[in-house]
C-alpha cells in the first residue's frame, strides 16, 4: 500500500513539473486586417523551446534575404531566423548591436545588409551570410560637408539605384546625408523644425522604386501637429507631402504597389500606390500600453502591438513586424488573401 502511494505521488509530482517547465497555453492565430491585405499572425513565433523570447530588447527593424531567411536586430546584436522561427545563426559583436534600421541589398549575387546605429553614430554595410563588415560611413568633416558635426545618431539608411547611400541623422541633427557607394560624402539636406521642407525627427526612410524616376520615402515621425510621410527625390529636393497625420510612423516597407508602414503607437497601415490606407493591423486601443517600451512578454496580447518599429515582406507577401519592446518582440503575419493576387 504503501509502495502504491508513494509511486501515485512520484507520478503526480512528475506530471505537475511538466505543467510548470511547459508553456502554459498555446494562444490562438488571430486574423487582422481587410482585403487584399489579411492576415493571420503566426503564435509564439522567434520564441525559444519554453516559450520565451531570445533576442533581448527590440528597437530596430527587419530584413528578408534572397534565401527567405530573417534577419532582426536588437540592442545585443543580429539574429537570423529561418521562415519556421528557429534561430539559424546570431551576430552578437560590438559592430552588429544596436541597428536602429537595416536594409538588405543584392549586389553581384551576394546579400549585403546597410544598417544605420544611432548609439554607435555610424551607418555600415556588412556581409548577410558571414556578418563581416565592409563599410563604414561616418561622420563627413567640416572640409567635405560645411558642417561642425560633434556627434551622430543615424536611425535610418536607404541605398539608391547607382549604390548611392542615404543616411538619415534622425535622432540629431535630422539632416539626411548621401554617400557613393565607395563610402564617399556627397551632399546633404534637410535641418530640423516643423516647416513644410525640414524634419522633426527624420526617424524611417526606403528608396520608393513604385514611381519612376525612384524617389526617397521618408518617415518624419514627429512632425507637427501629427507625423507624416513625405517625398525628396534622390537628389534631396522635396516633392510633396505622402501621408500627413499618420500618427508616429517608424519605418516604411516596400513591397510591389504597397508599403507598410509601422506607428510606434501601436498598429501597422498599409497604402497602396495612390496612399489610400488598404489595411491596419495590431491596432492597440489600450492607452497604458500603446506606444509603451516597457511591456513585459507575459503582458504581451496575440494580434496586438505596443510600440511598432520595423517591418519587413518576404517574397510570399508575409509581413515581419518588430516591436519596441523591453522583452524583445517580433511577430510573423502570414498574408491569406494572397491567392487574389496584388
Known amino acids: 500500500m504503501l509502495f502504491k502511494a508513494a509511486r501515485i505521488l ?106 544605420a546605429r544611432n548609439k554607435a553614430g555610424e551607418g555600415i554595410k556588412f556581409e548577410a551570410a558571414t556578418g563581416t563588415v565592409k563599410m563604414r560611413f561616418g561622420i563627413p568633416s567640416k572640409e567635405e560637408c560645411g558642417l561642425e558635426i560633434a556627434n551622430w545618431s543615424p536611425t535610418a539608411i536607404t541605398v539608391g539605384p547607382d549604390g548611392d547611400v542615404y543616411l538619415s541623422d534622425g535622432y540629431a541633427s535630422n539632416r539626411i546625408f548621401r554617400f557613393n557607394k565607395d563610402g564617399e560624402y556627397q551632399s546633404h539636406f534637410g535641418k530640423k523644425g516643423n516647416g513644410t521642407k525640414e524634419f522633426n525627427t527624420a526617424h524611417g526612410m526606403t528608396l520608393d522604386n513604385r514611381y519612376s524616376p525612384p524617389r526617397l520615402l521618408i518617415c518624419d515621425r514627429n512632425h507637427q501637429p501629427k507625423g507624416r510621410l513625405v517625398h525628396y527625390s534622390l537628389d534631396g529636393n522635396y516633392i510633396e507631402d505622402v501621408m500627413p497625420g499618420l500618427g508616429m510612423p517608424t519605418s516604411v516597407a516596400i513591397r510591389g504597389d504597397y508599403v507598410a508602414v509601422p506607428d510606434l503607437q501601436g498598429r501597422l497601415v498599409i497604402l497602396d500606390k495612390d496612399n489610400t490606407i488598404m489595411s491596419v493591423l495590431g491596432f492597440n486601443s489600450d492607452t497604458k500600453t500603446r506606444g509603451s517600451f516597457k511591456v513585459p512578454q507575459e503582458h504581451w496580447q496575440e494580434g496586438i502591438f505596443s510600440g511598432t518599429h520595423g517591418a519587413c515582406w518576404d517574397n510570399k507577401g508575409n509581413l515581419y513586424v518588430q516591436d519596441w519592446n523591453i522583452s524583445g518582440r517580433i511577430m510573423k503575419l502570414v498574408r491569406v488573401s494572397a491567392s487574389q493576387g496584388e
Not at 509530482?13 to 493571420?40: C, K, N, Y
Not at 528578408?64 to 551576430?91: C, H, L, M, W
Not at 536602429?100 to 546597410?114: L, P, Q, S, V
Open 10 to 115: 512520484c507520478i503526480q509530482s512528475a506530471w505537475l513539473l511538466l505543467v510548470i517547465v511547459q508553456p502554459m497555453h498555446a494562444a490562438e492565430p488571430v486574423r487582422m486586417g481587410s482585403g487584399l491585405m489579411t492576415f493571420d499572425t503566426v503564435p509564439d513565433w522567434g520564441l525559444d523551446s519554453q516559450g520565451k523570447s531570445q533576442i533581448g530588447s527590440t528597437h530596430g527593424n527587419v530584413v528578408v534575404d534572397s534565401r527567405g531567411q530573417i534577419y532582426t536586430s536588437s540592442n545585443r546584436g543580429i539574429f537570423v531566423f529561418s521562415p519556421d522561427g528557429k534561430i539559424a545563426r546570431e551576430y552578437l559583436t560590438s559592430d552588429h548591436t544596436g541597428l536602429h534600421d537595416m536594409e538588405i541589398r543584392n549586389e553581384d549575387g551576394k546579400d549585403y545588409i546597410y544598417g
